[in-house]
């Protein structure tokens, strides 16, 4: 395995790969890799000749009030974790050199960034748009591998993979999640141990609600007013906002049916965690 700051260097090796016909599979991260990144890096090797991982933490999907400065770093962990996982490749470039003086240009995917996480951070699916698709063209890959634990992330890059013809796909895995339930995340780490314990709150109440759907409750308020109830119990958490969504277009459900996302975002102390689920009625309604 190999790690690659250069862009020049990036794009002709993985050119390279492409003219000898080779299928390349792409996880993006942010790096201070845990199991839910892994799950990403083991589905890409199954199924690709040649493996990347691009470990690069986005100024431009950070408003200047957030944790760009402080969030974690640990390349010299990552790089262990990724030669275990089989990776080929991890590009980690220089903010220096993705961004240079005079940069000017960026993605925008209209309505569906300015909703749910979106709210309260307007410009961060902006700044993720933006960096996925200057990596998707750095790279070139066949398949993409995203989370499910984004889940507005990841229907916003496969919305603009659709829009601007990128030809790549989009593979959206699992969350993997802590014994308890808490959805693994690199900002879990900021937690305290009080705080640590009172997170699983979130995942709490998305059983709930799966609970409730299942017990034949449609009724979104009803059930967006329980998992409020849940978390509002805890001091310690404040809710940013809870909804339920087509999982498509991101908009609201009045009513449970087919295909929709439970999303929310809770913050625990300082830190703001996000978690969601899937409702598919065809599968377990
Ligand atoms: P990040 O480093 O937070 O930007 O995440 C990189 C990728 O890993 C994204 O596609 C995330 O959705 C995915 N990811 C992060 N946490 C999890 C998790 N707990 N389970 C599955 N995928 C995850």
């Known amino acids: 395995m190999i790690v690659i700051r250069k862009l020049?260097?990036?794009?002709?090796?993985?050119?390279?790969?492409k003219n000898a016909g080779k299928r390349i599979g792409f996880v993006a991260t942010m790096g201070t890799l845990h199991p839910g990144h892994l799950s990403l890096i083991k589905k890409a090797r199954k199924e690709n000749d040649i493996v990347i991982v691009s470990i690069f933490v986005n100024p431009s999907q950070f408003a200047p009030s957030e944790d760009f400065k402080k969030y974690p770093r640990n390349l010299k962990k990552d790089i262990v974790l990724c030669k275990k996982e089989g990776a080929d490749i991890i590009f980690a470039p220089e903010a220096k050199e993705m961004y240079p003086a005079g940069y000017r240009t960026f993605v925008d995917v209209s309505e569906l960034s300015q909703c749910l996480c979106g709210k309260s951070r307007p410009?961060?699916?902006?700044?993720?748009?933006?960096v996925v698709l200057k990596l998707f063209n750095l790279v070139q890959p066949d398949t993409a591998y995203f989370g499910q634990k984004d889940a507005q992330q990841a229907v916003i890059i496969k919305k603009m993979v659709a829009d601007l013809n990128v030809p790549v796909l989009i593979k959206v895995m699992p969350i993997v999640r802590e014994g308890d339930g808490l959805a693994m995340s690199s900002r879990n780490r900021y937690l305290s141990p009080e705080e640590r314990d009172e997170a699983v709150v979130l995942s709490r109440a998305l059983k709930e609600a799966k609970m409730m759907i299942k017990q034949g409750e449609r009724n979104t308020d009803i059930i967006i007013q329980r998992m409020r109830g849940i978390i509002m119990r805890k001091k310690i958490a404040k809710i940013d906002y809870i909804s339920i969504v087509y999982l498509d277009g991101l908009n609201m459900v009045s009513a449970i049916s087919d295909k929709c996302l439970?999303?929310?975002a809770v913050h625990i102390g300082k830190t703001r965690l996000i978690d969601n689920a899937i409702i598919d009625l065809k599968k377990n309604g």
């Open 8 to 17: 020049k260097q990036i794009y002709s090796s993985c050119q390279k790969y």
């Open 262 to 264: 439970i999303a929310l």
């Open 123 to 130: 410009m961060h699916f902006r700044g993720v748009a933006t």
